[in-house]
């Protein structure tokens, strides 16, 4: 089947650089994309999500970039401090009427360096 | 902040025996979900569940499976018979619509021995 998976694995910086975390996904008929933080022993906690009629959207420090041509997805961090360390997953869910699951990467692990 | 709520944090069972992992949903959410995370890897979806019923299942959620909001405000997960394989995070998430990011509880940790 078709899945959402991520470019790297791990990903370090030093504290106050910008991280840029990518996400490619498979599925042409996802419409709705959403990145996740999660910190040790936690659930998945909302950061920022994006619709597929937008190419960009931004939050607080983090900004969220869509590229439908080449299915491809980012999550850029400002000024990343040490609270942001975590791994980060992309999820995406298909724009069927009867689709209602988030199919998720396998996540991101990004260590910021004091 | 809205929290989704689950219970117990942490449940070790025996092989073969029946688990219900707990959840208190946002209350104005209307979307309720279970995933699991095995270790180290990434979240599944288990199931939807949307007016008392039902939405989508995973392949995962098979008959050894179930779920039931037998009132207001709690949401269950009831594995009848329980593997090895099913020792994972079990997440409860809600939300206001399908098209909506979900709130996710803080999981359970299942352990089968």
């Known amino acids: 089947g078709e899945s959402v998976g991520l470019h790297l694995p791990t990903l370090s910086v030093q504290e106050g650089d910008n991280s840029i975390i990518n996400c490619a996904y498979s599925?042409?008929?996802?419409?709705?994309f959403i990145w996740y933080k999660q910190e040790s022993g936690k659930g998945p906690q909302f950061i920022i999500d994006i619709r597929s009629n937008m190419d960009k959207r931004q939050g607080q420090r983090v900004t969220v970039l869509l590229n439908k041509t080449v299915k491809h997805l980012s999550l850029q961090i400002a000024a990343t401090q040490p609270g942001d360390s975590a791994v980060y997953f992309c999820?995406?869910?298909?724009?069927?009427?009867?689709?209602?699951?988030?199919?998720f990467g396998k996540g991101t692990k990004l260590s910021v360096i004091p | 902040e809205p929290e989704v709520t689950q219970t117990p944090s942490h449940q070790v069972t025996q092989m073969g025996q029946e688990v219900i992992l707990r959840c208190v949903p946002i209350s104005n959410h209307l979307y309720f979900y279970w995933y699991r995370q095995i270790l180290g890897q990434k979240v599944e979806f288990l199931v939807s569940?949307?007016?008392?019923?039902?939405?989508?299942k995973s392949e995962i959620f098979d008959d050894q499976f179930s779920v039931e909001r037998p009132d207001g405000s709690n949401f269950t997960l009831k594995i009848r018979s329980t593997k090895l394989e099913d020792s994972a995070m079990y997440f409860c998430?809600?939300?206001?619509?399908?098209?909506?990011?979900?709130?996710f509880g803080s999981g359970t940790r299942l352990t089968v021995v």
């Open positions: 569940f949307y007016n008392n019923e039902i939405s989508e």
């Open positions: 999820a995406e869910k298909d724009s069927g009427a009867g689709s209602y699951q988030l199919t």
């Open positions: 599925n042409s008929a996802s419409d709705y």
């Open positions: 998430a809600s939300g206001r619509g399908t098209n909506y990011g979900y709130t």
